[in-house]
């Protein structure tokens, strides 16, 4: 079975301060990675995906993730954070010939204003 | 509708009781999912729809939890005779395409449906 970590499980930053989340997974073949927020109250909603090609994708408000294959990784970026940015922030691996999808424990991210 | 609904949003059961949650997906979305997540954790897979076919089955923990979608769209989740360690929010999320064999997409979840048990 795969599995996912994520080895920050609560980081606070100020406002402006750069982000880097931590993902790696175990499983050896084909991989499409994702990452989701969840904002106070709301549903998870993607905020980037990998299938294929770039291994730099860039999502939605500003972030970016970069996937590196021999580290089996898949750590989230963003330059400049905004206290909007406090939320649940979970990585996820679909392996290519599967169904499932595997979720980390999730990072909880507090930005101070 | 606009997005993944699901109901109750939240249930409160009493030991041994059967519960029933009810997933609407995006309409027109093949795959549908259902997760658990427990305090603290991660998602976890129970079970994939792919329209009408329960084509996964594995995550779901015992055989007191059901699942089905008999038309393609709406989905319930039946847990019976509830245990305290049942107590988590079930998310139903949906595709737009098949998963697997090469396919995947993004999953469109709910809001989730929080289940305590007493």
């Known amino acids: 079975a795969q599995s996912v970590s994520q080895h920050n499980h609560h980081v606070i930053l100020s406002e402006a301060a750069s982000l880097e989340l931590g993902c790696n997974y175990s499983y050896g073949g084909t991989v499409n990675l994702f990452w989701y927020v969840q904002y106070p109250g709301q549903h998870l909603q993607l905020l980037l995906k990998y299938f294929s090609g770039d291994p730099l994708v860039k999502g939605i408000k500003g972030f970016e993730a970069e996937f590196i294959k021999s580290k089996f990784s898949f750590n989230l970026r963003k330059p400049s954070v905004q206290w909007s940015d406090t939320a649940e922030y979970f990585c996820?691996?679909?392996?290519?010939?599967?169904?499932?999808?595997?979720f980390g424990t999730g990072t909880s991210l507090t930005v101070i204003p | 509708g606009a997005g993944v609904s699901q109901s109750p949003r939240y249930k409160v059961a009493k030991r041994g009781q059967d519960v029933a949650l009810r997933c609407d997906p995006i309409s027109g979305h093949v795959s549908l999912f259902w997760y658990q997540q427990a305090l603290g954790q991660g998602p976890e897979f129970l079970t994939y729809f792919q329209n009408e076919a329960q084509l996964d089955k594995s995550g779901l923990p015992s055989d007191r939890f059901f699942a089905e979608r008999p038309e393609g769209s709406v989905s319930t989740l039946k847990i019976q005779r509830t245990q305290q360690e049942d107590s988590a929010v079930y998310l139903c999320?949906?595709?737009?395409?098949?998963?697997?064999?090469?396919?995947?997409?993004?999953?469109?979840f709910g809001e989730g449906s929080r289940l305590t048990v007493l």
């Open positions: 996820a691996v679909n392996a290519n010939t599967g169904n499932q999808f595997y």
């Open positions: 999320a949906s595709s737009l395409v098949g998963v697997g064999g090469g396919n995947t997409g993004e999953l469109f």
